[in-house]
């Protein structure tokens, strides 16, 4: 049978004690579903530039070229950032570069609050109403983390001899952008309750005004597709007032960020969000980039605490987008909905008011999953 090739890129923080745990848990998969798996790891982030000088080592970068897919764990370590330039940080020099690199213009963010993890939901249980299950279409390689001009100047600081500087950063949007991501939530969206919101600020923005323009264009060619405009401050109020109004957020790169780590606490906790960062609309068997949707976490790396459910829900959605390997990411997406239904719980998502839940470490969590495939 064909042979799978992932690039797994760990880098910084947790990233290296997720990643541990997601690769266990494909381990198992392969032998379930006798498949042939092919997983070369390289250094990415600070781990980049300690062993090669750059937060994207060239040879780390040819792997992804030569890979169908890269598994992605997390890069940036704060406490580090004033000892190099802003333009060589991992979050730029790598994640963003590898971005841009390969088109992945469509970032699929899927929340969903497992039942039994109510306590772990921020929101009162009248609030969750029959369950928070929301799909965050984040655009991904434009708008204000893209545009140019990008830079700190020094300004004319006039009679007084202060020195003042100017940060610019430039939102840039084309339609050609807004129409490829707004087809990707319209389809998305015909494959589950089939209501899209578009999030903007097109009472403010230029941008607001031509994003809103174009959806509601393209929606006219999904009438079964119920469209709704939103504004993105509105939006972050909903978000929490009745998130089970949502199905799928449309939102552009910076309202996605910040819109969807909201929601991943709706759905439990930052540490169970997956993402999936496609290059083409709403087909599979393609090239893709998947990653928790948060960070390296410094406060509790290296402890044994994190979560690695985002980690291995990503590495389903990897199998399911790049390699349509639908039952081998169903098998993981239930073996994880097992671990949870049995009690399981790593420290963000513990309770000590439910009754046989059990706190376990990241390892404890990853082992019980790639036993339940
Ligand atoms: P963060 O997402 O790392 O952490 C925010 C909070 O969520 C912390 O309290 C953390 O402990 C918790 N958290 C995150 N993942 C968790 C998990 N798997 N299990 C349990 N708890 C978890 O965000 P931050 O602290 O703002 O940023 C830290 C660093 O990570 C920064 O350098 C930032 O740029 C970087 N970052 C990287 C990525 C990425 O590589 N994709 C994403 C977001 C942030
Ligand atoms: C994310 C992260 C990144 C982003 C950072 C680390 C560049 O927050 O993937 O959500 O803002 O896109
Ligand atoms: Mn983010």
């Keep these: 049978s064909k042979t799978l090739k992932i690039a797994a890129l760990a880098g910084d923080g947790i990233g290296p004690e997720v990643m541990r745990e997601a690769i266990k848990v494909l381990r198992a998969v392969e032998k379930k579903f006798a498949l042939t798996i092919n997983i070369t790891e390289a250094p990415v982030g600070w781990a980049g530039i300690d062993a090669a000088g750059k937060a994207l080592p060239d040879a780390t970068l040819k792997l992804c070229k030569e890979s169908d897919c890269i598994l992605f764990g997390s890069v940036g370590l704060p406490d580090r950032d004033p000892t190099i330039p802003k333009e060589e940080r991992p979050e730029r020099a790598a994640l963003l570069r590898l971005r841009k690199e390969f088109s992945l213009f469509a970032n699929l963010r899927p929340v969903k609050l497992p039942k039994e993890l109510s306590h772990a939901c921020p929101l009162a249980k009248e609030r969750q109403g029959t369950g928070i299950d929301i799909l965050v279409v984040r655009e991904l390689t434009g708008g204000m983390y893209f545009g140019q001009p990008k830079k700190t100047e020094q300004i004319s600081a006039g009679a007084s001899k202060a020195t003042i500087l100017r940060a610019i950063d430039t939102m840039v949007y084309t339609t050609p952008e807004i129409e490829r991501i707004a087809h990707v939530a319209f389809k998305t969206a015909r494959l589950r309750r089939k209501k899209v919101t578009s999030i903007d600020k097109a009472n403010v923005l230029e941008n ?35 998130p089970t109004q949502f199905d799928v957020m449309l939102c552009e790169n910076m309202f996605g960020d910040i819109l969807s780590d909201e929601a ?25 980039f998947y990653e928790p949707a948060g960070g390296t976490a410094p406060d509790i790396a290296g402890k044994n605490l994190a979560n690695p459910i985002a980690q291995i829900l990503s590495t389903a959605l990897m199998l399911r987008y790049t390699f349509n390997l639908n039952d ?46």
């Design 208 to 242: 607001g005004v031509l994003w809103r323009d174009v959806v509601t264009t393209v929606a006219k060619e999904y009438p079964d597709v119920q469209l709704e405009h939103m504004f993105v401050d509105n939006g972050a109020m909903q978000l929490v007032l009745k």
């Design 264 to 288: 991943a606490a709706l759905g439990g906790s930052l540490g169970m969000l997956p993402s999936a960062s496609l290059g083409s609309a709403g087909s599979t068997g393609q090239f893709g």
């Design 328 to 373: 081998a990411a169903l098998a993981i997406e239930n073996a994880v909905g097992k671990v949870i239904s049995d009690g399981l719980r790593t420290g963000d998502i513990f309770s000590a008011s439910e009754t046989n839940a059990r706190k376990v470490g990241t390892t404890e969590m990853g082992d019980a999953i790639a036993a339940a495939i």
